[in-house]
Each structure stands twice: as structure tokens, then as C-alpha cells.
């Protein structure tokens, strides 16, 4: 117990040193993301246009099952999904038999402040899904997006149905009508002119106001908590590895793009224009009754950055017939690297998907007697 | 099923006995090598857990307060006028100074950034066309040299296994005495 003393000062500059290299990250441009540690899945990038780098994994099975399409969100780097072996989201789906794509989102530059929810998912998840259809010979893509990335795969598949086969949601920030996150009530009085000044002031939304909202919603954890924690577990095989890799990845802020922050924060935050069917992306008033594919939504039980409340009803404003829900006991990121998740959650993703899927050489060929209709 | 409010006030009950009751308690049991040390370490941890859940919600609290959302949100607004005037002065000085330097300013080394990731773009996209142009000569030139060297090779094989095979029969002649 003495040692506590003595090691936490140690743990906390530890800590001071990886928040200033973010700092760094984040304000540099291009943001450096060759940064990244390495993956524990290889992968090739198979397009990069726009704002986004497309990734491939090959599926580790003689015999694949099916093709699915990762959406990241555009807060913080993607390697969240591919951190450690054994609770990797993306070896998880490959060794289950699974193509995995990936959006690895370019960090937007000055240059980029102009770029909302139109660019993002009628330009470059778009390409992202063409990229995938030409690539694994399909006509119909599975999506999985990730909190943002949810909200980004959502909005396309109101916007283009039939591109895709199945949609899964992981802790979607999606009705905003009652705001549990104490923080957001802050967020909440924040008026449109404060927004606008941000993009003016700064262009896109720093990453460090990121940051920073992100360390806002629990400071003691961020500030000593964690510290504790990795003291406690110092003798945990493999903890303070982890622990640092995901410190990593708590500190890898991306800007987001100014007019997209405006559009968030004022139509979908402040408005809630997206659960009302009233968001407009582009010159389309996107309707979530147009979601007529499957649907699987995976929420958070403990989840304190996207309250449970707020990803119930999503599922319930589809016009899918085929919906299920899933409330997960984890947090927003123990969902993807809880080793729970990983033993329980992640094969029943799998098992979901595979059963909705059909491989690719029966999509060209002839009809078989057992396949699914949606 | 317990409030919000309840649960804090539990936190704050067991912060309070874990600080001033149990901690001191199994503190001296193991001063008289009545306890272990792994109790005073367990104690400690049961009101420092308890802490931690109190500030939380106490934060919270403070977070969900009208006057304290009010407040923050003005002061994020003064801060980013702040900033922007300070971005408009520098700007401004620099926009003079810079001339006299010779120094680029940011929208220049935009501009250059810009272009030279168009000129890498382009040199990929000749790369990769050079490449296919020189995969395609490579066989072009492979197809031809099968089709006029054939009769040549077949010649030089034919005038090779006489020589070869002489050459064989004389080494093993040699061998063999």
C-alpha cells in the first residue's frame, strides 16, 4: 500500500506526458496517423477518397460467410476496434469467418471546414460501400457502425435502403429528447451563436475541446481513478499493456469537421431532429421508417457516454420487421473490449449476421431453396 | 427500487465508518498481530471506492445545475471571442510583418500542401500505369522470344546432348581407370 505513493506520481506524469502527445496529434496537419500502434489484424487499404481510408481484412476461414462494413466514428482513431489480441472486434468477425471492412476516417484539415453530414455520408461512406460491393462481389453491403459511426450508418441506409443487407448499431447516440449525461445539460445552453463561433474561431472543433468534454464527463476517474486502478491491477497479466494502449487511445483526439460539429451539436443534439425524422442531410429529409433491412442494436448497459435511453428507441423507429435489441452489461467501450463482450456478445453478432448474409457466390448464382427473405 | 439520492447518501455513510471506523479499527487489530494487513488494505479501498462515487455525484450534481450550466456557457463563449481576437491581432501583425520576412503564411503553406499532394497523386497514378505498360512489355517481349528462339534452342539442345553425352562417357572412362 505504500508503494501507492510512490508509484501514482509516476502513473499520473505518465499520464500528463500521453495527454500532451495528443495535444501534439491533434494539432498537427495532416494529423500524423501512421502514429497508430500496430494492428493485431492485418489489413490492406483497398481506397482512399475523401476523408476516408478503406480497410480490408481477409477473412481467416476457408470458407467465408459473409462481407461487413465497418463505420467508425469520427471521434478518435479506429485501433480501438483492433487493440489486443483476443478483444479485437476485428478478429472476432475474421475468425468467425467474416470479410471486414473498415472507415478509417482521414482527421479533417482546415481546408475540410465546409464538410457535414452530407459529405461524409453521401460522399465518402457511399464510395466506402461502392468500394465494398466492387470489391467482395455484392450487391448489398452489412453495415456496423460504432456510437458516431451508428449515427453515420443509420443516416445512410434511410438515405440508400437498398444498398444495404443488415444494419448493426453499437451503443447509437440516437433520442435526445431526455438527456441523462449531466454534462449535456451544459451542451444543452450552449446558443447557436456560441456554436458558430467555434467553427469560426477554430474552424473545425479542436480535438483538445474534444478532449476535453470527454475528461468533463468523469474527472475523477480521468484525473486519479484510473491511476488507482492500474495500481491495483499491477499484478494482472497483461493489464498495464493494455492499459496503455487504450490510454493511447483515450488521447487520440481527431478534429471534427466545423460544419458537421454545427449540424451534431445544434440538429441532433440540441433539437433532436434525427428521432423526429427531421434531420436533412443534403436535399433529403432523412425518414428512419425507410430502415427496412434487419436490424440489431446493441446497447450499453453501464454506458455513460451514450445513455441507454438514448439508443432504446432506435429500433422502435425503424420499418424493419426484423429488429432485436441487445442490452449489454458494459460500458460505451467495455461493448468492444470487455472480455465479457468478446466471450458472449460478439459471437451472437456473428451468429445474427451469418443468418441474415447470403455468401457471395449464392448472391450471383442461382436462387437456393433455403434462402432468407427479409 | 432506491433513488439517485439515496445511493449517495449510502456513499457518503460508508465513505464516513470506512474512514473513521473501519480503517482505524482493523489498523490497530494488525498493530497488535491481531488482523492482517490485506483487512487494512481492504478497509482503505472500501472508503476510497466509496469517495470516488461520492465526487462523482457531487460533480454531477453541480453539472445539473442551472446557475452552474448558465455560467460555463458564457464563459465558453468569452473564451472563444478571446481567442478569436487574439487569432484577428496576430494575424493582423503577422499579415504585416510577414512581407518583410519573407515568410509564408498558413493559407500559402495550405496552398503548397494542397499541391503536392495533387503532384503525389498524379505520380501514383503514373506509377501505377508505368508499371502495367512495362508488366505488359515484359510478357509482349517474353511471347516473342519463346516464338523466335524456339527453333534456335531446339537446335542448340540437339547439338548439345552428343557433345554432353561424349563428354559424360569420356569423364567416366576416366574414372573407372
Known amino acids: 500500500m505504500l508503494s501507492l505513493f510512490n508509484r501514482f506520481p509516476q502513473y499520473w506524469m505518465d499520464g500528463a506526458v500521453r495527454s500532451l502527445n495528443g495535444l501534439r496529434q491533434g494539432l498537427t496537419e495532416p494529423f500524423p496517423y501512421h502514429e497508430d500502434p500496430p494492428t493485431v489484424t492485418p489489413y490492406t487499404v483497398i481506397a482512399e477518397e475523401g476523408k476516408m481510408r478503406l480497410r480490408y481484412y481477409q477473412a481467416a476461414t476457408s470458407t467465408p460467410v459473409g462481407s461487413v462494413l465497418i463505420v467508425y466514428a469520427l471521434i478518435k482513431r479506429p485501433f480501438i476496434l483492433d487493440l489486443v489480441p483476443g478483444k479485437s472486434v476485428v478478429q472476432s468477425l475474421v475468425n ?12 479533417p484539415t482546415r481546408a475540410d471546414t465546409w464538410r457535414g453530414f452530407d459529405a461524409y455520408v453521401n460522399g465518402d461512406l457511399a464510395n466506402a460501400v461502392q468500394r465494398v460491393q466492387e470489391h467482395a462481389g455484392i450487391e448489398q453491403v452489412s453495415l456496423l457502425g460504432y456510437c458516431f459511426g451508428a449515427l453515420l450508418a443509420s443516416l445512410y441506409t434511410a438515405l440508400h435502403p ?10 447509437i447516440p440516437f433520442d435526445f429528447s431526455t438527456q441523462e449525461i449531466p454534462l449535456f445539460s451544459i451542451l444543452n445552453k450552449l446558443p447557436p451563436a456560441t456554436l458558430d463561433l467555434i467553427r469560426s474561431t477554430h474552424g473545425n472543433c479542436p480535438g483538445w475541446l474534444v478532449k476535453a468534454a470527454f475528461t468533463a464527463m468523469s474527472p475523477v476517474h480521468h484525473g486519479i481513478d484510473k491511476y488507482m486502478g492500474l495500481y491495483r491491477n499491477a499484478e494482472k497479466e497483461g493489464y498495464a499493456e493494455f492499459f496503455d494502449l487504450f490510454e493511447r487511445w483515450m488521447n487520440s483526439d481527431v478534429p471534427l469537421a466545423g460544419q458537421l460539429f454545427r449540424e451534431v451539436t445544434h440538429d441532433v443534439f440540441q433539437q433532436n431532429l434525427l428521432q423526429q425524422n427531421q434531420l436533412q442531410v443534403g436535399n433529403t429529409m432523412v425518414d428512419m421508417r425507410q430502415i427496412t433491412c ?30 432485436a435489441t441487445v442490452t449489454f452489461p458494459a460500458g460505451h467501450v467495455g461493448v468492444v473490449v470487455g472480455a465479457a463482450a468478446h466471450k458472449k456478445l460478439w459471437p451472437e453478432v456473428g451468429a445474427w449476421l451469418r443468418h441474415r448474409t447470403l455468401p457471395a457466390m449464392r448472391r450471383h448464382g442461382a436462387w437456393s ?6 | 427500487m432506491a433513488t439517485p439520492a439515496k445511493h449517495a447518501m449510502a456513499d457518503v455513510m460508508t465513505m464516513w465508518t470506512a ?11 494488525w498493530s497488535w498481530g491481531m488482523g492482517q494487513q490485506r483487512d487494512v488494505e481492504a478497509a482503505m479501498w472500501k472508503g476510497y471506492d466509496a469517495w470516488v462515487r461520492v465526487a462523482k455525484t457531487a460533480i454531477d450534481r453541480v453539472y445539473e445545475n442551472p446557475v452552474f450550466g448558465d455560467v460555463a456557457a458564457v464563459a465558453l463563449d468569452r473564451t472563444l471571442r478571446w481567442q478569436q481576437w487574439q487569432q484577428t491581432i496576430a494575424s493582423t501583425i503577422v499579415a504585416t510583418i510577414v512581407p518583410l520576412t519573407g515568410l509564408p503564411t ?7 500542401h494542397a499541391e503536392v499532394q495533387s503532384l503525389h497523386a498524379r505520380l501514383s497514378e503514373q506509377t501505377t500505369q508505368l508499371q502495367a505498360l512495362r508488366a505488359e512489355r515484359h510478357i509482349e517481349s517474353v511471347e516473342q522470344m519463346r516464338t523466335q528462339d524456339r527453333p534456335r534452342l531446339a537446335a542448340v539442345r540437339t547439338l548439345q546432348t552428343p557433345a554432353i553425352a561424349a563428354a559424360r562417357n569420356e569423364h567416366q572412362t576416366g574414372a573407372m581407370s
Open chain 1, 96 to 107: 468467425q469467418g467474416f470479410h471486414v471492412y473498415l472507415t478509417d476516417w482521414i482527421p
Open chain 2, 106 to 112: 498558413a493559407a500559402m503553406v495550405d496552398a503548397v
Open chain 1, 369 to 374: 431453396s433455403d434462402h432468407h427473405s427479409h
Open chain 2, 19 to 29: 474512514t473513521f471506523l473501519e480503517v482505524p479499527t482493523v489498523t490497530t487489530q
Open chain 1, 294 to 323: 434487419p436490424v440489431f442494436s446493441i446497447i450499453g448497459e453501464h454506458d455513460d457516454v451514450v445513455h441507454p435511453h438514448s439508443s432504446q428507441s432506435f429500433t422502435e423507429c425503424v420499418g424493419s420487421a426484423d429488429t
Open chain 1, 162 to 171: 437498398h444498398t444495404v443487407e443488415n444494419l448493426v448499431t453499437l451503443t
